[in-house]
């Protein structure tokens, strides 16, 4: 074994599974993941946990793997995390854990997200549960939305003796992991195995509750709620502005996403009229539009994603970037819409736009691109999806006055989760815009232990 690379993961092959909707990685097998464990050194001066914004104990848990004590290492991981299956799925971990990983100095570093996802995945198959505060302390704690923030909030309440209710818009709990992450790369029986482990410990979700509308967060407070935590998240998609845009068959990334992944468009029989296109453009090069092209072309299409910068600064991870490639989705690059036309019924049949090259840095320090005279082109698409980013939807907040936000419409928060307001605290996508998984549970600890010392502190 050459201990400078990573144990290879075996995946299903690009052909068969740009036509299904079944998870691309398979995971490591117990032998797989010994091995890739006994990679690890286990230095004294860990850089792995300081990359890790929950701060598992990685080079503990990669040494009880290595000893075949998973249900040690479940525990291990446990401790720091309410959604271990998830994570090592979806983290962005060669920024994050594996970035700082000191065998990636000299080699690969440790595969530590498939072995944290070979852990959580072994707890699950062998009934695995996280055990029950053994008394609440009587004191309650309401929190808005369940996706990673919320749920990792409220674990960690339920895990001091407080008793939580989850408030979620949606018919499904689970946030951006149940409606925007398609099942190919997070299904979502693993998502509801992690939610329903939180249910086992206490915490109480009530669904189709939007606060703002049925309840207010003063409404929360009379009803006996000692703590609000808002974790609603950033589900409010942008739009370019361009003519065409109100056309039928131009989506946003959130609404396709949700038709597919909540609704279960590729089902037979399923009530959401996704049409089955045959070329679709994905506009943006984020996670979020490589999600909806995979997703398109698993519906039939051909593909294209347009970006107006070149493929350096597409803001995809690269292991979707290269997924996307070997499933054979187009990348226009240098590419930027101008306008969408239609048919005599209003329906989408094709895009203009124009090409781009790259000027001087602009204040992100990426190259800005400049639109290149006399350079546009109609793309023939009877499908555009946007998936040019999102921000916070502001009904959660409606009702409470005196509740700061941001100039971008997040609501203000300090790095505990404190908002403007006691009592009131915001974490996740909510409180930064759209970032990450394990953000979003980072937050959701800090507010956790923030609203325990606000408890406290009030007697
Ligand atoms: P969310 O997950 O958005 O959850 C917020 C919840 O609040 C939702 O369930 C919503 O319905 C609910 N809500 C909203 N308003 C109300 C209200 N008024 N009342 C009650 N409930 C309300 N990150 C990664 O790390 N890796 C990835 O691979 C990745 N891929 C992504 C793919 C897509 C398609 C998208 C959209 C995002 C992706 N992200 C990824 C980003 C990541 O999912 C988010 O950063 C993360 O989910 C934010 O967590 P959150 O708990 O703050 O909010
Ligand atoms: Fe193991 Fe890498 Fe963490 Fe060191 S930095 S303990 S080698 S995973």
């Not at 189709?208 to 207010?216: P, R, S, Y």
């Not at 936000?405 to 790095?415: H, L, M, N, P």
Request: proline share 5%; hydrophobic share 40%; glycine share 10%.
């Amino acid at each position: 074994m050459d201990v400078l690379k990573k144990v290879p993961v075996r995946e299903q092959d690009p052909k068969v599974r740009a036509t299904n909707f079944e998870e691309v990685c398979l995971g490591y097998n117990q032998e797989e993941a010994q091995a890739e464990a006994a990679r690890c050194i286990n230095c004294k001066n860990a850089q792995c946990i300081k990359g890790c914004p929950v701060a598992i104990d990685i080079p503990k848990f990669i040494h009880e793997v290595k000893e075949g004590q998973f249900a040690e290492a479940a525990a291990t991981i446990a401790k720091s995390s309410a959604l271990p299956a998830v994570c090592g799925r979806v983290c962005p971990q060669e920024s994050q854990c594996e970035g700082k990983c000191i065998r990636g100095i000299k080699g690969e570093p440790i595969s530590i997200g498939k072995l944290e996802r070979f852990v959580a995945d072994w707890s699950r198959e062998n009934g695995f549960v996280p055990a029950k505060p053994e008394k609440t302390n009587g004191k309650k704690v309401a929190v808005i939305g369940s996706g990673p923030a919320g749920l990792t909030c409220a674990g960690d309440l339920a895990k001091m003796g407080y008793e939580v209710t989850i408030f979620e818009a949606l018919h499904e709990p689970g946030g951006v992991l149940t409606y925007g992450i398609p099942e190919f790369r997070l299904p979502k029986a693993i998502v509801a195995r992690e939610v329903s482990n939180l249910e086992k410990m206490g915490v109480d979700i009530e669904l189709n509750m939007v606060i703002g509308k049925v309840l207010t967060i003063p409404e929360l407070f009379e009803r006996g709620y000692e703590a609000v935590f808002v974790a609603s998240g950033a589900g409010l998609p942008m739009f370019m502005k361009i003519p065409g845009e109100g056309l039928v068959g131009v989506y946003s990334a959130n609404e396709y996403l949700t038709r597919i992944n909540l609704m279960k468009a590729y089902q037979e029989g399923s009530e959401t009229p996704i049409l089955h296109n045959k070329k679709v453009a994905v506009v943006g090069g984020g996670n979020v539009a490589m999600d909806a092209a995979r997703c398109a072309k698993r519906l039939g299409a051909e593909v294209h994603i347009v970006y107006r910068r070149s493929e350096a600064e597409l803001p995809a991870r690269a292991e979707e970037v290269h997924h996307a490639k070997e499933e054979g989705i187009i990348f226009d690059l240098l590419t930027n819409p101008i306008s969408i036309e239609g048919d005599e019924k209003g329906h989408v049949q094709s895009m203009t736009c124009i090409r781009m090259e790259l000027g001087e840095p602009d204040a992100s320090g990426r190259r800005r691109p400049v639109p290149m005279e006399g350079s546009e082109f109609k793309m023939e698409a009877d499908a555009v999806i946007m998936a040019l980013g999102t921000s916070p939807n502001p009904m959660s907040t409606k009702g409470t006055e005196g509740l700061e936000k941001t100039r971008k419409g997040c609501v203000a928060a300090d790095e505990n989760g404190q908002t403007s307001l006691p009592g009131v605290f915001a974490g996740g996508d909510a409180a930064t815009g759209a970032a990450t998984v394990i953000l979003a549970m980072g937050a959701g600890k800090h507010a956790a232990k923030s609203i325990d010392a606000y408890i406290k502190s009030k007697g």
